[in-house]
Nanobody, 124 residues
């Protein structure tokens, strides 16, 4: 079955950096849209970034210019580089996958597969 396993979260001071990883198995990785979402306590799940099959990345306005999404087809993995972190970036970050076409890359409901999430905490 499809598995997405995130890693790389942690506690970091404001202005710091982290690199999240998501290892995928059980799917044809090269055909998948891969995305990162996040959810802070008491808030709805929020789109962060998506990368197409050909490696083009799209970002939410709140992270554009600070976060970078990438993928490695040889390792069946997607990454999210988080730079200049702010306390409001604190959340559980989850990766998601969708095979084939997708109607709206920013809509969580369009993704079929999800990881368990990794906690990112940014202190003042």
């Amino acid at each position: 079955q499809v598995q997405l396993v995130e890693s790389g979260g942690g506690l970091v001071q404001a202005g710091g950096s982290l690199r999240l990883s998501c290892a995928a198995s059980g799917l044809t990785f090269s055909t998948a849209f891969m995305a990162w979402f996040r959810q802070a306590p008491g808030k709805e799940r929020e789109f962060v970034a998506v990368i197409t099959r050909t490696g083009v990345g799209y970002y939410s306005d709140s992270v554009a210019g600070r976060f970078t999404i990438s993928r490695d087809h040889a390792k069946n993995s997607v990454y999210l580089e988080l730079n200049n972190l702010k306390p409001e970036d604190t959340a559980v970050y989850s990766c998601a996958a969708k095979i084939g076409t997708i109607a709206d890359v920013r809509r969580a409901g369009d993704y079929a597969y999800w990881g368990q999430g990794t906690q990112v905490t940014v202190s003042y």
